[in-house]
Nanobody
Framework: VQLQASGGGLVQPGGSLRLPCAAS????????MGWYRQVPGEQRELVAA???????TYADSVKGRFTISRDNAKNTLYLQMNSLKPEDTALYYC??????????????WGQGTQVTVSS
């Protein structure tokens, strides 16, 4: 199973980015999915999470600006980021709880995509 995150880049303050994360491989189903971010020297933090049924959780710092969504048919997770601020600059990782055929659920991480907000 692989998670491929993309969509990062350099954007000016107030701008927008959309991050997709596609899961591939021998997947029976995917339960919870989420986006995390990490700045060098700091711990990785949860940005947003979404259950298979669509229940969403957001960090206080991104509420009202970021929207997490998923397409279960495509095994793809999204993060729409609007009104970006310099403090949103970080390496963004996607995470998924993947149930494999005939076995249990395992946590997988994407490789990270860099988001830089700067003028």
């Amino acid at each position: 199973v692989q998670l491929q995150a993309s969509g990062g880049g350099l954007v000016q303050p107030g701008g927008s980015l959309r991050l997709p994360c596609a899961a591939s491989g021998r997947i029976f189903s995917i339960n919870g999915m989420g986006w995390y971010r990490q700045v060098p020297g700091e711990q990785r933090e949860l940005v947003a999470a979404i259950s298979r049924g669509g229940s969403r959780t957001y960090a206080d710092s991104v509420k009202g600006r970021f929207t997490i969504s998923r397409d279960n048919a495509k095994n793809t997770l999204y993060l729409q980021m609007n009104s970006l601020k310099p403090e949103d600059t970080a390496l963004y990782y996607c995470n998924a709880g993947v149930r494999l055929p005939g076995t249990g659920e395992y946590a997988y991480w994407g490789q990270g995509t860099q988001v830089t907000v700067s003028s």
